[in-house]
């Protein structure tokens, strides 16, 4: 692996803002940040092409990242109101938290895969009713009364979610993005969420990955409380796919460019094998025990104590997904609850 943005490498380890980049012809890289988050920012990208300029990921939803963005139009000439498209890689609100004030200013529109929608559309219509199936699911998880209550969607979470644009366009593995006269594709990478998009640029020979592969960190494959594809099966299977794209150069949403996508697909592979032999380790030790023991137990690279607020849910939906693959591979057997209690995990000796 090669890292090609090296000035947005030498931020990161600064602890400063990379800077506005023009990468290709017509296509710039803007960090637009991310309030109180280790993360710091997203790399939203602009492509334009003839009168049409495209938006990949806006970002958060607030003022300093929508004033970050606009200085990054600036950059390519351009300002919110000369945009024409939106295409969000999927509907996390780091990404796509501010489609809807940039569609507002700008009358473009909002693409992204049909899962994403799905999602989008599968809250309940009332907040008790989403509130109390999701507490509901996290006592399934074995996740202890008081810290659920923590845990659980709240009411601000939810106004957040209702609030994010709905799509105008949706594009499915292999569909072209309404660009005329630049063909980037939508390539379906299901893992992170059920309806992640990587887009590939052919005439740059440039990969835009998202949060699907990025160059530092491994990116959070969750189980979801909504029922879709096993999260962990699909995203291996999609790293597998993203293998092929050695020949590119990867723009992802965080961190910084690089090259190597295989090799980076093998360290992520090699990531999730030795998180399953863990699991596996805990099992062994613990016997039958909740997903939500397990959370507990697992190696967290700041430790689990600094594990706190959403991050938790964040982890134990990414040991329930460990989990369940391990199900579906035979290697551990799940005895669902009886009415309140929890699921329990056991190896299959
Ligand atoms: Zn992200």
Not at 116 to 136: H, I, K, N, Q, V
Not at 262 to 282: F, K, N, P, S, T
Not at 285 to 303: I, N
Request: proline content about 8%; hydrophobic content about 45%; glycine content about 8%.
């Amino acid at each position: 692996m090669r890292v090609t943005g090296t000035a947005q490498r030498e931020a990161w380890l600064a602890r400063t803002a990379p800077p506005v980049e023009l990468v290709r012809p017509d296509l710039w890289s803007v960090p637009v940040p991310i309030p109180d988050s280790p993360l710091r920012y997203t790399l939203t990208y602009l492509i334009a092409a003839g009168s049409g300029l495209v938006v990949v990921d806006p970002g958060w939803n607030c003022e300093p990242a929508w004033q970050a963005l606009a200085q990054g139009l600036k950059a390519a000439g351009a300002s919110p109101a000369d945009v024409t498209g939106i295409v969000v890689t999927h509907i996390h609100p780091d990404h796509h938290g501010l489609s809807a004030r940039l569609r507002e200013a700008s009358g473009a529109w909002v693409a992204m895969h049909p899962a994403e929608l799905s999602t989008l559309s599968s809250l309940r219509p009332d907040d008790a009713g989403t509130r109390r199936a999701d507490l509901a699911w996290l006592a399934r998880c074995g996740v202890p009364d008081d810290v659920a209550a923590g845990l659980a969607v709240n009411d601000f979470a939810l106004a957040a979610v209702r609030a994010m644009a709905m799509p105008d366009v949706l594009l499915d593995d292999g569909d072209l993005v309404p660009l005329p006269g630049r063909p980037v594709r939508a390539v379906w990478t299901p893992g992170h969420t059920p309806g992640h998009l990587c887009l590939y640029d052919e005439a740059e020979n440039l990969l835009l990955t998202g949060d699907h592969v990025l160059p530092r960190i491994s990116p959070n494959i969750g189980l979801q409380s909504a029922a879709a594809e096993p999260p962990l099966a699909a995203y291996l299977r999609s790293l597998e796919l993203i293998a092929r794209y050695d020949h590119a150069e990867a723009l992802p949403a965080h961190e910084y460019r690089f090259a190597g996508l295989a090799a980076r697909v093998r360290m992520l592979l090699g990531h999730h094998e030795r998180r399953c032999e863990e699991v596996i380790a805990i099992l062994g030790r613990l016997g039958p025990a909740t997903a939500w023991q397990v959370t507990e137990e697992l190696t967290w690279s700041r430790g689990w104590p600094a594990v706190v607020g959403f991050m938790r849910r964040a982890a134990l939906a990414e040991a329930g997904a460990h989990l369940r693959h391990l199900a579906d591979l035979g290697q551990v057997a799940v005895t669902v609850a009886e009415a309140g209690g929890p699921d329990m995990y056991a190896l299959v000796t």
